[in-house]
């Protein structure tokens, strides 16, 4: 069974502050509407994935090691940097809660790993830094039955 928050509404004055500097708002079109979660029991996954205003565009995969053996895998915009999903393998049912902490700190990983400004005067690193602020916030996502 897929859960569902609504972040566009409740997010949309987010100010973020990266690296303790000051970074401003994000534009609408940062600000993920949806974010959806859903537990796949066969094959042990757990995936939260943002939906956002504009069409999907080409996106890479960033792969990290879990505690557990599985997997984090973290699909980006191959331009924007937006944190499109985020997926866990080998993660049984009842541990889905504790891997919230663990999805938060791989973002926080990669976010310090990007440019905070490309040529064309965006900060890719912001997305994600709200991205991780709603995977903390909202404990609806990680209440997913299995399905």
């Known amino acids: ?3 569902v928050v609504e972040v566009g509404p409740r997010y949309a004055s987010e100010t973020l502050i990266l690296r303790g500097e000051f970074r401003g708002k994000l534009s609408p079109y940062d600000i993920p ?8 029991v066969p094959g042990r996954r757990f995936r939260v994935w943002f939906e956002y205003l504009t069409p999907d565009e080409p996106r890479k995969s ?6 557990g ?3 984090i895998v973290v699909q980006l915009g191959k331009h924007s940097n937006k944190l499109y999903s985020v ?9 889905i809660p504790r891997v919230r902490l663990e999805i938060v700190e791989a973002i926080k ?5 990007l440019p905070q400004h490309d040529p064309r005067n965006y ?11 709603v995977l903390e916030r909202e404990s609806d996502l990680f209440a997913v039955s299995a399905s």
């Open 69 to 71: 053996g599985g997997a």
């Open 109 to 113: 990983d990669i976010a310090s790993k």
């Open 33 to 40: 509407e949806q974010a959806r979660s859903e537990y796949d």
């Open 87 to 95: 997926e866990i393998t080998g993660v049984n049912h009842d541990q």
């Open 1 to 3: 069974m897929q859960r």
């Open 62 to 67: 960033v792969r990290l090691m879990a505690s």
């Open 123 to 133: 900060m890719p690193a912001t997305n994600l830094g709200l991205a991780k602020a």
